[in-house]
T-cell receptor
Framework: AQTVTQSQPEMSVQEAETVTLSCTYD???????LFWYKQPPSRQMILVIR??????QNATENRFSVNFQKAAKSFSLKISDSQLGDAAMYFC?????????????FGQGTILTVHP | DTGVSQNPRHKITKRGQNVTFRCDPI?????LYWYRQTLGQGPEFLTY????????KSRLLSDRFSAERPKGSFSTLEIQRTEQGDSAMYLC??????????FGPGTRLTVL
């Protein structure tokens, strides 16, 4: 079974600084997708960034980028120029590739606090 | 922009009562998913549909839980004989086949 582990229950960062959230996963599949979702307090889950395992290039979305290390099964999220609005719970998630698979497997989450 | 919607947003019920939640996915999305999230934890998969077919159910989905998507559009999740352990946020998501899932705001269930 696939597992996703986020070893940092909480992280904090100063506004305008950079922070990295860690995620490791375990799978025997070669085709899969990895995601970072953001869940602000009492608000819905929002997709931050997505990475296809077959792509060697790390995904980037504005201030958000990932460091995808396939051999190490590591998928960290870097947030640059942190803003107060980045404060949220961040979840790493895995989905197997192919049309037969659908469900997301989530990590435990990391609470990110941004200090002004 | 019509995202995923869920109703009700909050539900308080007494133990032993039945409850039903509704999810309306993004209109062109074939797949619809249900997850359960307890406080401070990541969502856990319950079940998903491709059009009207229920393709996978988690072992978390006990006999008291049933989900339907009768016409391949909206879906309902029913919990019979609710227990205090059912208290959680129930999340719905939708996606095109094999693509990114987009989540609704969730239904928070409190069982007294």
């Amino acid at each position: 079974a696939q597992t996703v582990t986020q070893s940092q229950p909480e992280m904090s960062v100063q506004e305008a600084e950079t922070v990295t959230l860690s995620c490791t996963y375990d799978t025997s599949e070669s085709d899969y997708y990895l995601f970072w979702y953001k869940q602000p307090p009492s608000r819905q889950m929002i997709l931050v960034i997505r990475q296809e395992a077959y792509k060697q290039q790390n995904a980037t979305e504005n201030r958000f980028s990932v460091n995808f290390q396939k051999a190490a099964k590591s998928f960290s999220l870097k947030i640059s120029d942190s803003q107060l609005g980045d404060a949220a719970m961040y979840f790493c998630a895995y989905r197997a590739g192919g049309t037969s698979y659908g469900k997301l497997t989530f990590g435990q989450g990391t609470i990110l606090t941004v200090h002004p | 922009d019509t995202g995923v919607s869920q109703n009700p947003r909050h539900k308080i019920t007494k133990r032993g009562q039945n409850v039903t939640f509704r999810c309306d996915p993004i209109s062109e999305h074939n797949r619809l998913y249900w997850y359960r999230q307890t406080l401070g934890q990541g969502p856990e998969f319950l079940t998903y549909f491709q059009n009207e077919a229920q393709l996978e159910k988690s072992r978390l989905l006990s006999d008291r839980f049933s989900a339907e998507r009768p016409k391949g559009s909206f879906s309902t999740l029913e919990i019979q004989r609710t227990e205090q352990g059912d208290s959680a946020m129930y999340l719905c998501a939708s996606s095109p086949i094999t693509d990114t899932q987009y989540f609704g705001p969730g239904t928070r269930l409190t069982v007294l």
